[in-house]
């Protein structure tokens, strides 16, 4: 078992060039076996990243305001808000610390390039290399993942765009292509 693979998830309030990143969630696991138990979870402050550059969209806004009350809550209050800089570093220390080599996210053009975006606005360098990583969207249509298996990966969070509850789920339903592939 090599729990070498983290699924991030970011919550944002912009999905432009440098959008603002709200919030970090990572767990590492297995695509082959075992989900980790090793989660990371951050909220970043949003007047430090907007100091450093960062983008909001009016749209996303609008999204945000439209979301369930769990879900704001997790994404601008829980846990209290870290500067961008100390957030991007304690991912880098997570990612370090669990001996991580490829990072998936859920679509190959939107947290991971925010990220790398994030990282680049403080001149630090991205903590993966860009041919580890992964997109779960790609693999879900090589594997033919419907709503059954989106409804597995649901019972196992309860928070819809909580960052860290999304990439359980979606690391969930990568393990499951995976099995479906193998068959």
Not at 6 to 32: K, Q, R, W, Y
Not at 115 to 123: I, N, S, T, V
Request: glycine share 6%.
């Amino acid at each position: 078992m090599k729990l070498n693979h983290a699924m991030i998830d970011i919550e944002a309030l912009g999905n432009c060039t440098n959008g603002l990143i709200l919030s970090i969630g990572a767990i590492n696991f297995d695509p082959h076996g075992d989900l980790g138990v090793n989660e990371f979870k951050v909220n970043i402050s949003i007047q430090s990243a907007l100091n450093a550059g960062a983008k909001i969209n009016g749209s996303n806004i609008e999204w945000w305001l439209r979301q369930e009350i769990a879900a704001i809550r997790a994404a601008f209050y829980d846990p209290l808000p870290l500067p961008e800089l100390e957030a991007l570093r304690a991912l880098r220390r997570w990612l370090d610390e669990f001996k991580i080599e490829y990072v998936w996210s859920h679509g190959c053009n939107y947290d991971l390039r925010l990220l790398a975006q994030a990282y680049e606005r403080h001149d630090y360098r991205l903590p993966w290399h860009y041919r580890n990583e992964r997109d779960t969207r790609t693999l879900f249509e090589a594997a033919n993942i419907g709503d059954a298996e989106w409804r597995v990966g649901h019972a196992l969070t309860t928070i819809a765009h909580d960052a860290l509850q999304d990439a359980i789920r979606q690391a969930r339903v990568v393990q499951l292509a995976y099995q479906k592939l193998a068959r």
